[in-house]
């Protein structure tokens, strides 16, 4: 039996997992910088990178006990390099740098994106690939077309806010604790999805784009008004919160399943693979099964586990090892767009 260690440390998450040549994930660690990052309202890049630089050895230590495998017993390190917060990928690349360099054995850069739609492997036995590929996260809603687990060509993506990212900011209107997409699934439960009519951006073109911002402005008129308007807002009881909440998710759900519609018609493929945070919503999970049964295309979600950020999903490593896909010890991160925090008034002229 062969061992990979996988590290990820994109975001605010500190992960390390061991997964064998078979794809049994032996051991899935992480460290989450919730609380650190709470009081902020969002990830602050310096807290999470020092937080990182703090838990990346005690959580590798733990993947390995946890998983009875030895530091010499590992075959390779992989380690995800892009996209993210450029401090906090280079703790992760570090880490697996030095481990690869000490025990002489091969480092793998992952993508985390891509990553993300490989966690779908660990729900079935056969291979996932060819399928459309979805990831839907607090940092990105993509879709992909991909025909082997190399090669992930982007159909579409949000042209404003990710879903996550919206599910976060409308959770804050609403008063409901960060992250918001648990909190507004359960206050949903409560509400009556017909109770506002929310805008569906782009759900009757052929465009795979995804567009949230209009969405997440139609919700915030509604709670708390529309600037300049004398009219009278109603006030925020329960019911209207719950009816607000779930009538959000009623609208993101059906833009994500009608864009899986399209790409798997628009492709011609029969499989489509889903995951990253939002995957885990149950409504989302539930008329995505629908769709599938009426399209007759194999849907195959992240087991919800495998959904937020984790390391375990660095097992598509195993298959860049096949092809020959090995790191230089002198890579460097990619940490791609970072998109930060919008200032009214102001455009940034370059
Ligand atoms: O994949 P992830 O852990 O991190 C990124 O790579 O961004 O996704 C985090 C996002 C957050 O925006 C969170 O609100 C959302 O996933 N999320 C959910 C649910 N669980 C997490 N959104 C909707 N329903 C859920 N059950
Ligand atoms: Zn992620």
């Not at 380690?79 to 280079?90: I, M, Q």
């Not at 052929?206 to 300049?228: C, E, H, I, V, W």
């Not at 539930?286 to 390391?311: F, H």
Request: proline share 5%.
């Amino acid at each position: 039996m062969k061992y990979l260690l996988a590290i990820e440390s994109s975001c605010d998450e500190t992960a390390a997992a061991v997964i064998d040549d078979n794809l049994q994930v032996l051991s899935n660690v992480v460290a989450s910088q919730f609380e650190l990052h709470e009081h902020f309202g969002g990830v602050v890049p310096e807290i999470a990178s020092r937080a990182h630089l703090e838990r990346i050895l005690p959580v590798i230590d733990e993947a390995l006990t946890s998983a009875e495998v030895t530091l010499q017993n590992l075959s390779a390190i992989a380690v995800a390099t892009e996209p993210g917060l450029v401090g906090s990928l280079l703790v992760g690349l570090t880490a697996a740098k030095t481990l690869a360099a000490v025990l002489q054995i091969p480092l793998v850069t992952v993508n985390h994106i891509e990553a993300h739609i490989y966690a779908c492997q660990f729900a079935v036995a056969h291979d996932i690939f060819p399928t459309i590929g979805f990831v839907i996260s607090g940092g990105h809603t993509n879709l992909y077309d991909c025909p082997s687990p190399l090669q992930f060509d982007l159909l579409g993506a949000t042209i404003d806010d990710a879903a996550g990212e919206a599910f976060d900011k409308v959770a804050k209107v609403l008063g409901l604790p960060y992250p918001g997409g648990p909190a507004i699934g359960q206050l949903a439960k409560q509400g009556d999805a017909t109770a506002f009519s929310f805008p569906r951006t782009f759900l009757k073109e052929k465009r795979l784009d995804f567009s949230f911002s209009g969405l997440k402005t139609a919700l915030l008129y509604q709670a708390m008004g529309t600037p300049n308007s004398h009219k009278e807002v109603p006030p925020l009881t329960t019911q209207r919160r719950a009816n607000l909440a779930a009538s959000f998710q009623e609208a993101v759900v059906d833009v994500l399943v009608g864009k899986c519609r399209q790409a798997l018609e628009q492709k011609q493929r029969q499989r489509i693979c889903v995951g990253g945070g939002v995957a885990a919503n149950q409504l989302l999970r539930t008329r995505l099964q629908k769709m599938a049964n009426e399209t007759g295309a194999e849907l195959i979600l992240s087991p919800v586990e495998y959904c937020t950020d984790n390391a375990a999903m660095g097992g598509i490593a195993w298959e860049m090892l096949k092809a020959g896909k090995i790191a230089p010890l002198d890579c460097n991160v990619t940490p791609g767009l970072v998109r930060m925090p919008q200032r009214r008034g102001r455009r940034n002229k370059n």
